[in-house]
C-alpha cells in the first residue's frame, strides 16, 4: 500500500511468500552465530532452531515447546525461553508482538510486515518492498501491521 503525506492511498497491497530462512542453509547460519558469540551448540538448540527455520507460522514460546518436545534431547521450558531470547539477542530472529503480552517468533529477519487474519488468527508475511509510506524525511525502520483475512480465508464462507 502506498500512504501520500496527506494520507490517500495510492494502490493495494499485495500478497506474496516473503522469503524464510530455510534448511539448512538457516540453521547453520545460526548455529554459525550462536558459535562465535561463545555459545554452545546443543541438541535442544538445534532442535529448536530446525524447527524455527522451518515454519511460517510465527509461533509462540509454548508452540516452539510443543513442537520441540520429543524430539532429540528434551527441552524445558526455560531451555526454549533461554534459547529463544539468545537467538533474538543474536539478531537471528525477531519477535513480532501481535497482542498485548504475546510474543511470537520469526526466522525471517529481512524487513517485512504482518498481516493478522481476523478469522482463524493466522500470520502471514508481507515483504516490505509491498508496502510504502511517501512522506518528508527519511525512514530509518518501520513495521507495520494489518489485520484482514488471509489468503487461505479470503475464499472461504
Given at each position: 500500500?502506498?500512504?501520500?503525506?496527506?494520507?490517500?492511498?495510492?494502490?493495494?497491497?499485495?500478497?506474496?511468500?516473503?522469503?524464510?530462512?530455510?534448511?539448512?542453509?538457516?540453521e547453520a547460519r545460526?548455529?554459525?552465530?550462536?558459535?562465535?558469540?561463545?555459545?554452545?551448540?546443543?541438541?535442544?538448540?538445534?532442535?529448536?532452531?530446525?524447527?524455527?527455520?522451518?515454519?511460517?507460522?510465527?509461533?509462540?514460546?509454548?508452540?516452539?515447546?510443543?513442537?520441540?518436545?520429543?524430539?532429540?534431547?528434551?527441552?524445558?521450558?526455560?531451555?526454549?525461553?533461554?534459547?529463544?531470547?539468545?537467538?533474538?539477542?543474536?539478531?537471528?530472529?525477531?519477535?513480532?508482538?501481535?497482542?498485548?503480552?504475546?510474543?511470537?517468533?520469526?526466522?525471517?529477519?529481512?524487513?517485512?510486515?504482518?498481516?493478522?487474519?481476523?478469522?482463524?488468527?493466522?500470520?502471514?508475511?508481507?515483504?516490505?518492498?509491498?508496502?510504502?509510506?511517501?512522506?518528508?524525511?527519511?525512514?530509518?525502520?518501520?513495521?507495520?501491521?494489518?489485520?484482514?483475512?488471509?489468503?487461505?480465508?479470503?475464499?472461504?464462507?
Amino acid at each position: 500500500m502506498t500512504i501520500d503525506p496527506d494520507g490517500t492511498t495510492l494502490s493495494t497491497v499485495t500478497y506474496a511468500e516473503a522469503p524464510v530462512a530455510e534448511l539448512p542453509e538457516g540453521e547453520a547460519r545460526m548455529e554459525a552465530r550462536v558459535r562465535e558469540a561463545g555459545h554452545s551448540w546443543t541438541g535442544p538448540r538445534r532442535a529448536i532452531a530446525r524447527f524455527l527455520c522451518s515454519t511460517v507460522a510465527h509461533p509462540t514460546a509454548h508452540d516452539v515447546l510443543v513442537a520441540v518436545s520429543g524430539v532429540g534431547p528434551a527441552s524445558s521450558r526455560a531451555t526454549v525461553y533461554n534459547t529463544l531470547t539468545l537467538l533474538e539477542q543474536l539478531e537471528l530472529i525477531r519477535v513480532v508482538r501481535m497482542t498485548p503480552g504475546e510474543a511470537r517468533y520469526d526466522a525471517n529477519i529481512l524487513p517485512h510486515h504482518h498481516l493478522v487474519c481476523q478469522r482463524c488468527g493466522a500470520v502471514e508475511d508481507i515483504p516490505a518492498l509491498d508496502v510504502q509510506v511517501l512522506r518528508h524525511g527519511q525512514v530509518a525502520c518501520a513495521e507495520v501491521r494489518f489485520e484482514g483475512l488471509c489468503r487461505g480465508c479470503v475464499g472461504s464462507p
